[in-house]
């Protein structure tokens, strides 16, 4: 269980000689064992967020500390060490189409030099808790995407991990589906006191299992706080947006604020 916070952060790229700003002076705190939404339209930064937060992008500005450690100051070996305290998952599950499930989940373990035998019996343990011990030998094309979500999951947390960042990892799922997945986040931060940072578009998604929220709106952090006060009494336009606006938004393609959404 960490505790992770992000300073002051803003994230530049650039493309062509033009500067994008995707993050901007963004300032957050998630606590230990915290369930944590992040929120805001497609385009957002909500995916460069959670990137900084396992450096796989740098930030060009501030910086993230996990556990009062800033992560600028790691070398190459120790950042990659903390990498494997993070567990990342994906809309769209990132499984080794070529490898079973068993091996799915054993790589990152023999990747970091652990003995076979030792990360199939860990991959075995992993593959009960999220209820799939009956798929070991099965290949990513013959599991339905709950399933192939489950198996990124126990891969995430093969190496123990401190923290789990998931990237819109419900999107892909049916409703019903999508509902079992976020049980199944919920049994995991218990049991394993996981702390959980949930990027998504699906206002569900939030309601049903975030403890705290945050919204961001072309790289900028316009509010946070409990989800009960946000979605009780949302402030800024996009936050609004958002909330109240979910049907229009998500029911048709539209343009607002000059933005497409979907
Ligand atoms: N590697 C990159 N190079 C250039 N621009 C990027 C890169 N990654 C993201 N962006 C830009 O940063 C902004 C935020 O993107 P992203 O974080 O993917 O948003 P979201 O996940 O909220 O949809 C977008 O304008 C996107 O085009
Ligand atoms: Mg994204």
Avoid: W
């Avoid at 500005?61 to 100051?73: H, T």
């Avoid at 993070?86 to 189409?97: A, D, K, R, S, T």
């Avoid at 808790?129 to 798929?135: A, E, F, I, W, Y």
């Avoid at 009780?232 to 393609?253: C, H, Q, W």
């Amino acid at each position: 269980m960490s505790k992770i916070e992000i300073k002051n952060l803003t994230k530049k790229f650039e493309i062509n000689g033009d500067s994008i700003v995707a993050l901007k002076d963004i300032n957050l705190t998630i606590d230990k064992g915290e369930i944590f939404g992040i929120i805001g339209m497609s385009g957002a930064g909500k995916s460069t967020l959670v990137r900084t937060i396992n450096y796989l992008e740098k930030p060009s500005k501030g910086d993230v500390y996990i556990d009062n450690i800033s992560m600028a100051s790691l070398s190459a070996k120790d950042l990659r060490k903390k990498r494997r305290e993070i567990g990342m998952i994906f809309q769209n599950f990132n499984l080794l189409e070529q490898k079973n499930v068993i091996d799915n989940i054993c790589f990152p373990l023999e990747i970091a030099g652990v003995k076979k035998k030792e990360a199939k019996k860990k991959a075995r343990k992993l593959l009960d808790t999220v209820s799939l011990s009956d798929k070991e030998k099965a290949y990513p094309s013959q599991l339905s995407g709950g399933q192939k979500q489950r198996v990124a999951i126990a891969r995430a947390l093969a190496s123990n991990p401190e923290i789990l960042l998931c990237d819109e990892a419900t999107s892909a799922l049916d409703p019903q589906t999508a509902g079992s997945i976020l049980n199944l986040l919920k049994e995991i931060n218990k049991k394993f006191n996981i702390t959980i940072i949930i990027i998504t578009h699906q206002m569900s998604v939030v309601t049903e299992i975030c403890d705290r929220v945050a919204i961001i709106d072309s790289g900028r952090l316009v509010e946070e706080g409990k989800v009960s006060d946000i979605f009780a009494n949302p402030k800024s336009d996009v936050a609004k947006e958002l909330i109240i606006g979910k049907e229009i938004r998500f029911s048709t393609t539209k343009s607002i604020n000059n933005r497409k959404v979907v």
